[in-house]
């Protein structure tokens, strides 16, 4: 992709955007459930037809899904990318609900596996810990764990980019104003925002923070002007190149860069919605008890990390495929040729 290949930050998720969440949720509070679903079906169906990128970049994805399954021996399946968008059109009933507190923990969102015992290690250990999330899944539907009970609500603070922060909190707002948050808005981690995420680990906090997408651009050049007017090329992005789905992908470091500095655990957090129960399956995973960055071979010890947080997503990606809400060319890579241009639409 040459023309199309642009940033994640740079291609709107229209479903998703802030207008599209206002107009449903009009739907939803005077229409409720079953008026909103009845609703969603034309709209999803009209993205679907006029969203031509986000639907060859489903089919190229979910294609993908399907060769790897082969390899690996799963159950042979063939995907739909229109439920593919339709996964992402019901999550956002998902996100409705959580951001107002009524996705209920053993309800609507389970624990599957030991991943209760492993959420909650937190409070029988000294300090806290990194949760590593993605956009494989709802996320917001995490925030029915703590609701569990005022005894036993981690407290978590999500880090967001600057650029998307404020876009998140109009519309958090818009969906329920008694709705709160711990946000952390930052471009970079800095000495002040260390600090402040050293003191949140140190008191047994949980840092969250989305590892498969990548630092978000600055729109200026590529260089930068000197005091004395020379020119000097800006550092590139703290990227990682790995191997997903069969394929090359970018992944960011910052969050392995951030664990290394605060040497704390790091765990991942996923929470899917499980199609033939209609349930949010909640898996936790540990993933590193620390992260240890050496001052030589430094590039390649965050490789081995960024892959094996690859190896999992791809894990469960192949198990939910329409939980992947990445609508981007997720595969693409500063080496992207033009054999790799997404060519699906007939």
Same mark, same amino acid.
């Given at each position: 992709?040459?023309?199309?290949?642009?940033?994640?930050?740079?291609?709107?998720?229209?479903?998703?955007?802030?207008?599209?969440?206002?107009?449903?949720?009009?739907?939803?509070?005077?229409?409720?459930?079953?008026?909103?679903?009845?609703?969603?079906?034309?709209?999803?169906?009209?993205?679907?037809?006029?969203?031509?990128?986000?639907?060859?970049?489903?089919?190229?994805?979910?294609?993908?899904?399907?060769?790897?399954?082969?390899?690996?021996?799963?159950?042979?399946?063939?995907?739909?990318?229109?439920?593919?968008?339709?996964?992402?059109?019901?999550?956002?009933?998902?996100?409705?609900?959580?951001?107002?507190?009524?996705?209920?923990?053993?309800?609507?969102?389970?624990?599957?596996?030991?991943?209760?015992?492993?959420?909650?290690?937190?409070?029988?250990?000294?300090?806290? #810990?990194?949760?590593?999330? =993605?956009?494989?899944? &709802? $996320?917001? !539907?995490?925030?029915?764990? +703590?609701?569990?009970?005022?005894? @036993?609500?981690?407290?978590?603070?999500?880090?967001?980019?600057?650029?998307?922060?404020?876009?998140?909190?109009?519309?958090? #707002?818009?969906?329920?104003? =008694?709705?709160?948050? &711990? $946000?952390? !808005?930052?471009?970079?981690? +800095?000495?002040?925002?260390?600090? @402040?995420?050293?003191?949140?680990?140190?008191?047994?906090?949980?840092?969250?923070?989305?590892?498969?997408?990548?630092?978000?651009?600055?729109?200026?050049?590529?260089?930068?002007?000197?005091?004395?007017?020379?020119?000097?090329?800006?550092?590139?992005?703290?990227?990682?190149?790995?191997?997903?789905?069969?394929?090359?992908?970018?992944?960011?470091?910052?969050?392995?860069?951030?664990?290394?500095?605060?040497?704390?655990?790091?765990?991942?957090?996923?929470?899917?919605?499980?199609?033939?129960?209609?349930?949010?399956?909640?898996?936790?995973?540990?993933?590193?008890?620390?992260?240890?960055?050496?001052?030589?071979?430094?590039?390649?010890?965050?490789?081995?990390?960024?892959?094996?947080?690859?190896?999992?997503?791809?894990?469960?990606?192949?198990?939910?495929?329409?939980?992947?809400?990445?609508?981007?060319?997720?595969?693409?890579?500063?080496?992207?040729?033009?054999?790799?241009?997404?060519?699906?639409?007939?």
């Amino acid at each position: 992709m040459t023309e199309n290949n642009n940033h994640w930050s740079e291609s709107s998720e229209k479903v998703g955007g802030y207008y599209g969440i206002r107009l449903m949720l009009l739907f939803y509070d005077y229409g409720g459930k079953v008026i909103f679903r009845i609703f969603l079906y034309p709209v999803i169906f009209f993205y679907y037809l006029f969203s031509k990128k986000q639907r060859n970049i489903s089919k190229d994805f979910l294609s993908q899904v399907e060769i790897i399954r082969e390899k690996y021996n799963l159950p042979k399946e063939h995907y739909s990318s229109y439920r593919h968008f339709m996964a992402f059109g019901t999550m956002l009933i998902d996100k409705i609900n959580a951001w107002r507190g009524s996705l209920r923990l053993y309800q609507d969102a389970i624990f599957m596996e030991d991943s209760e015992e492993r959420f909650f290690s937190y409070e029988n250990e000294p300090r806290g #810990k990194i949760l590593l999330c =993605s956009h494989l899944g &709802n $996320i917001d !539907a995490l925030r029915a764990v +703590g609701l569990v009970s005022e005894k @036993r609500a981690p407290t978590v603070y999500s880090v967001f980019f600057t650029k998307n922060a404020q876009n998140f909190n109009n519309i958090l #707002k818009a969906v329920s104003k =008694s709705a709160e948050l &711990n $946000i952390i !808005a930052t471009d970079t981690i +800095g000495p002040d925002t260390a600090i @402040r995420l050293s003191e949140i680990i140190d008191s047994k906090g949980m840092i969250a923070i989305v590892g498969d997408r990548t630092p978000v651009r600055d729109k200026s050049c590529n260089s930068e002007s000197t005091t004395d007017n020379s020119t000097r090329v800006k550092e590139p992005e703290r990227v990682c190149e790995v191997d997903f789905m069969g394929r090359k992908a970018n992944l960011p470091q910052g969050a392995f860069i951030l664990a290394a500095l605060l040497k704390c655990k790091v765990q991942c957090l996923f929470a899917l919605k499980n199609e033939k129960t209609g349930k949010i399956d909640i898996y936790c995973k540990d993933l590193f008890d620390e992260v240890r960055l050496p001052r030589k071979n430094k590039e390649e010890a965050l490789k081995t990390y960024v892959q094996k947080y690859a190896q999992l997503l791809e894990y469960y990606a192949l198990r939910y495929p329409y939980q992947w809400f990445n609508f981007f060319d997720f595969f693409s890579t500063k080496e992207t040729t033009d054999k790799d241009k997404i060519k699906i639409d007939r």
